[in-house]
């Protein structure tokens, strides 16, 4: 069984920033990418970044510049600091853990970017 902790999300007025930070224990091995996504209702979930082990990155288009991953796949760690935030970017914001043989995601954590 597999536990996420997740954290930072809620309100910021555009402009502003926000920092999501997820830890996850338990049963995971050998996890080779950790990542976050954001869905919005009757809309897929898309990614929104992902890191590697080794530390590789990618990011949507829609975040490149504004949004920062990082983190730790050894130790089921991974951080998103997000800048300029738009209203486009309120979603339910998802912690995702890529390890052999398995998938997990976290509950989710809402970020809303409102005046």
């Known amino acids: 069984q597999v536990q996420f902790v997740e954290s930072g999300g809620g309100l910021v007025q555009p402009g502003g920033s926000l920092r999501l930070s997820c830890a996850a224990s338990g049963s995971i091995f050998s996890s080779y990418a950790m990542g976050w996504y954001r869905q919005v209702p009757e809309k897929q979930r898309e990614l929104v970044a992902l890191i590697r082990s080794g530390g590789r990155t990618n990011y949507a288009d829609s975040v490149k510049g504004r949004f920062t991953i990082s983190g730790d796949t050894a130790k089921n760690t991974v951080y998103l600091q997000m800048n300029s935030l738009k209203p486009d970017d309120t979603a339910v914001y998802y912690c995702?853990?890529?390890?052999?043989?398995?998938?997990?995601w976290g509950k989710g954590i809402l970020v809303t970017v409102s005046s």
């Open positions: 995702n853990i890529g390890a052999a043989g398995a998938v997990y």
